[in-house]
């Protein structure tokens, strides 16, 4: 996943990437990264799939298991994840969610206090515009993102995400497509990934998500309609 992002970035439209700090290959992660510092790092925060860096526990399989459950042991491990990046001379300059628990009301409050806290300028809003197939997972999510502080002042309609209901799957083909709903800060969400062997269940294409985010014609979209690509840290949260 790691390689993806910065070939994608190398080579491609990416500006910005997130790293697991609970994830199993963390380490060569951040070594890759550390070489590449114009690629902005930011911690994916991890509730569920991995092990929890304050206790060694499994995390509950999924986002569902971790709803009907009962934690109060959330801020201690969201603190530890940022910590771990920040030791691992990564400048951190946002903050998202594994399957977007960080949308989670009682969730997002405590990510809102550590970004101000650390000093991190961006938390992603999940409102996603143009996907395909929207499920009523992805309903809810663009209903708690329309609804979700942290906005910047006077942007309250104008912080969007493209990309979150089909990343994974994306080709540039489709990019272009989503291109038509970028408006205000818009944020594409993607996996690009080179040769990855775990987290089979997902059943993402993470090589042709590579090739389409490196492919000109994406770039050359983005020059024709006129929008900025920005890190970021080029924006307030």
């Given at each position: ?21 609970n ?57 530890a ?10 400048r ?6 594994h399957?977007?628990?960080?949308m989670?009301p ?17 938390v ?18 663009n ?13 309250s ?31 594409l969400?993607a996996?690009p ?8 269940h ?14 000109p ?14 890190a970021?840290?080029?924006k307030?949260?």
């Amino acid at each position: 996943m790691t390689e993806g992002a910065i070939r994608a970035h190398r080579d491609g439209i990416v500006t910005a990437c997130s790293i697991v700090a609970n994830g199993r290959a963390f380490d060569d992660a951040a070594a890759r990264l550390r070489d590449v510092p114009s690629l902005e790092v930011g911690v994916h925060l991890a509730l569920v799939e991995e092990r929890a860096l304050t206790t060694g526990a499994p995390m509950p399989r999924n986002y569902l298991r971790f709803i009907l459950g009962r934690r109060t042991d959330i801020e201690p491990e969201l603190r530890a994840q940022i910590e771990k990046v920040l030791a691992a001379g990564l400048r951190v300059t946002h903050l998202n969610g594994h399957q977007h628990l960080h949308m989670l009301p009682r969730v997002r409050r405590v990510v809102e206090r550590l970004a101000r806290q650390y000093g991190i300028g961006y938390v992603r809003v999940v409102h996603d515009r143009g996907g395909r197939g929207r499920r009523w997972s992805m309903a809810m999510l663009n209903r708690v993102g329309a609804a979700a502080p942290g906005r910047p002042a006077g942007e309250s309609a104008r912080r969007y995400t493209i990309g979150v209901a089909e990343a994974g799957h994306l080709t540039a083909a489709r990019i272009i497509e989503l291109l038509d709903y970028v408006e205000g800060v818009t944020e594409l969400v993607a996996h690009p990934g080179v040769g990855v062997t775990g987290y089979a269940h997902w059943r993402y294409q993470w090589d042709e998500e590579t090739r389409a985010l490196c492919d000109p014609r994406v770039r050359e979209a983005i020059e024709r309609n006129g929008i900025e690509r920005i890190a970021p840290s080029a924006k307030e949260r």
